[in-house]
């Protein structure tokens, strides 16, 4: 327990955890709540001719599934830059996950997806993609918002090699690249993802939200 303990200090700080967690729990509500409501409401079925033009490439479901890495990543990276920074960031994501609920509540979609035929590897992961992700919570991407945000989140970082904010923003492009050629979004999701992302930002910066997570702070240690 001790070692365990000493790898989750050098992995999160202490400061970082209630914020990182807070951040995946509201993603886990952002993306399970409107699922688990869709059979009760009418959807709404969205499509563009350039999507439908756009061929189908299996192997980009690899991007789409890497980029639950790249989430975690990029999470820690941000809480272990510092406090402020670690405060900041995520305070502005958990309001960008929020306008997205909202946002999902209010003007649920869906899309039509061709069926798959496995036959390699990346039909077997698209199909996976396919049976485990119904065809709903469509705009804004969250896939493009939290690959944004982990490169977002790159910015007034100093602790960090030169290269990794720019491996941030190439993952994002071609995790932006992935949910449309996948077909699993259309392109104008990618621009909601980005523009949810920096809206969560904007407002985080001007209501000052990081402070909920200092008060939480200061709180626990009284």
């Excluded at 999902?104 to 061709?114: A, E, G, K, S």
């Excluded at 069926?115 to 969250?142: C, E, G, H, I, Q």
């Amino acid at each position: 327990m001790k070692h365990f303990r000493q790898f989750l200090d050098r992995l999160l700080p202490p400061y970082a955890r209630v914020p990182a967690l807070s951040v995946i729990g509201m993603n886990l509500v952002v993306y399970y709540v409107p699922k688990l409501l869709e059979t009760h409401r009418s959807l709404h079925l969205v499509s563009t001719s350039l999507d439908d033009a756009l061929p189908r490439v299996p192997v980009f479901a690899i991007i789409y599934v890497l980029a639950y890495a790249q989430w975690a990543i990029g999470l820690v990276t941000i809480c272990r830059e510092s406090r402020a920074h670690c405060f900041r960031v995520t305070a502005g994501v958990l309001i960008s996950e929020a306008l997205v609920l909202l946002f999902f509540l209010i003007y649920p979609t869906t899309l039509n997806r061709p069926p798959v035929t496995v036959k390699d590897l990346p039909t077997a992961v698209l199909a996976w993609v396919y049976r485990s992700d119904t065809p709903t919570n469509l705009f804004p991407s969250m896939h493009c918002m939290m690959s944004w945000l982990c490169f977002r989140g790159t910015i007034g970082m100093r602790r960090t090699p030169r290269w990794y904010p720019w491996a941030q923003l190439v993952f994002a492009l071609l995790v932006f690249a992935s949910v449309v050629l996948t077909k699993q979004h259309i392109w104008p999701d990618i621009l909601g993802g980005i523009a949810f992302g920096e809206l969560g930002q904007l407002l985080g910066r001007r209501l000052r939200a990081e402070r909920l997570f200092g008060r939480l702070e200061a709180m626990s240690k009284e």
